[in-house]
């Protein structure tokens, strides 16, 4: 059971920093504004903002890696 939640959140947590990918490269987000409910909309921007600190925390890992380089 334990195993079973952490592979949920882990794979959510993906999700989420995948959903930060793309609204970096493409200025996409979910339309939070269309959500009714203001908790479940504010429950669901701390999601995607876990998902930005996710992903930046992967590219300063990443960046620091000897086995990417930076393609401009």
Not at 1 to 7: Q, R
Not at 15 to 44: C, E, H, M, W
Not at 45 to 56: P, T, V, W
Request: charged residues 20%; aromatic residues 10%.
């Amino acid at each position: 059971m334990l195993g079973k939640l952490a592979h949920l959140g882990f794979d959510a947590l993906l999700i989420s920093a995948f959903l930060a990918g793309i609204r970096r490269t493409t200025s996409l987000t979910p339309a939070l504004s269309q959500i009714p409910n203001k908790d479940v909309r504010q429950l669901l921007r701390s999601y995607l903002e876990c998902g930005e600190y996710i992903f930046d925390f992967a590219v300063v890992i990443l960046g620091r890696s000897t086995s990417f380089e930076r393609k401009r």
